[in-house]
Structure formats: C-alpha cells, structure tokens
C-alpha cells in the first residue's frame, strides 16, 4: 500500500506502524466516526473515497473534503487525544481502511520514536494544505476554484481525462469549492459551454482536459 504518510519512515518502523493497525471494511453509506465523538485513532485509506463533513451552527451539513487511497483521517486525535471529532467521514462507496488507534499509536512511539516526528509531520502537511486553500478562497475567482476541484478529484476517478465521471452534487461541489451553489452552478454551466465538462444529473463529466486544465490553471 502507497501510503504518503510512511514514505519518509525507515524500516522496521513502516512495518511496524501497519502490523499496529486494524483492518476496517466500510460500505457505502456508512460512518466511520461522527463529529462530537471521542477521537481513538486515525484512518489511512486503502481503497474507495470518504467525504468528509461538518454540521453548522445552523444545523447545515458543508462537505470539507474527499479523500482517496492513501491519505490519512483522523490524524489529530493521534497529537491531541482525549478531544471530539472536528468533522463526520462517511463512505462515499466500498470503502478499506486500516485504523491506527491511540493506545497502539503511543505503543509504537515508545518503541520507535520516528513514528512520532512523522505525525507531527503528517499534521504539519494538513494544515499546510488547509492554508493553501483559505488562500485559494480568498484570492483565486470562483470559476478558477471550480475547475480546480474537478481537476484534483479526477484522480481518485480515473484521472482528469475525457469521460472521468465524478458523482458530486453541486452542492457539493459548492461546499469544495467554498462558495454559494447558485454561483458554483453559474461556473458550471461556464465550463461546460467551453466544452471542458459536460453536466448530468448528479454529477459532471471531464469532455475536454485541456480546456478543463486551462480554466483551473494548472500546469501542463
């Protein structure tokens, strides 16, 4: 398993950080932990996609994030124990796991103390990459924004090529993209007037990546 989050860990630690975790098998629907609950461990995602999500005040529920193979959740109860879930994981289809809990976690930091530099560094990595996207959010338009989700989900579809199919709501796409859905429509309908998308009744279609790539502004 390609796990970013061990890529920088040596033998016997990377061996070690696997046998410590539990297989967990999920079907689509289900919650692997809800926001409020105590924090026991983290997730690293072997196979399917997760959604993360958290409830407002206003009792709305706003899509954060969708995560594929190899990434990690839960990753701040392992630096932060005792605290509740910030946000809701749900499966997004068939989903494997392999969970880390706390207790094994704290095992293995005794026993390997890189286990332990590496989720600060893990940690580090996810707030880095929540700061690059308030700052997307505050100084990139929102067609731009748009056309950047689609582009970064498309790999855990098949890749940003003709006929990758991503099953996201607008709303969804909206709450991703961090700006209202009647707007987030608007920038729809944009994209796929320029041929990079086509929509469909719950989700879109990449047409034209080379298009789509342009209007996201990514690099070639």
Not at 44 to 68: F, Y
Request: hydrophobic residues 45%.
């Amino acid at each position: 398993m390609d796990v970013p989050l061990l890529a920088s860990m040596a033998e016997p630690e990377r061996t070690r950080v696997l046998e410590a975790c539990r297989a967990c098998h999920y079907q689509r629907g289900d919650v692997l932990f809800r926001q409020g609950d105590p924090s026991d461990g983290l997730h690293v995602v072997e196979r399917g996609r997760l959604a993360v999500r958290v409830t407002t005040e206003t009792g709305d529920s706003v899509t954060l994030d969708v995560i594929g193979p190899g990434r990690v959740v839960g990753e701040l109860s392992l630096v932060r124990p005792g605290t509740a879930r910030t946000a809701s994981v749900v499966a997004l289809d068939e989903v494997s796991t392999r969970m880390l809990t706390l207790d094994a976690f704290q095992e293995l930091c005794r026993e390997h103390p890189a286990v332990a530099t590496t989720a600060a560094a893990l940690l580090a990595d996810t707030v880095e990459r929540l700061t690059g996207q308030l700052v997307e959010a505050l100084s990139v338009n929102v067609d731009r924004r748009v056309a950047r989700r689609i582009w970064t989900l498309a790999a855990l579809h098949g890749g940003p090529v003709p006929g990758t199919s991503l099953p996201l709501t607008q709303q969804e796409m909206a709450d991703l993209a961090g700006a209202a859905r009647p707007t987030v429509n608007q920038s729809l309908k944009r994209l796929e007037a320029q041929g990079a998308i086509a929509l469909y009744r719950g989700g879109v279609r990449i047409v034209d990546a080379d298009v789509l790539r342009k209007r996201a502004a990514m690099p070639s």
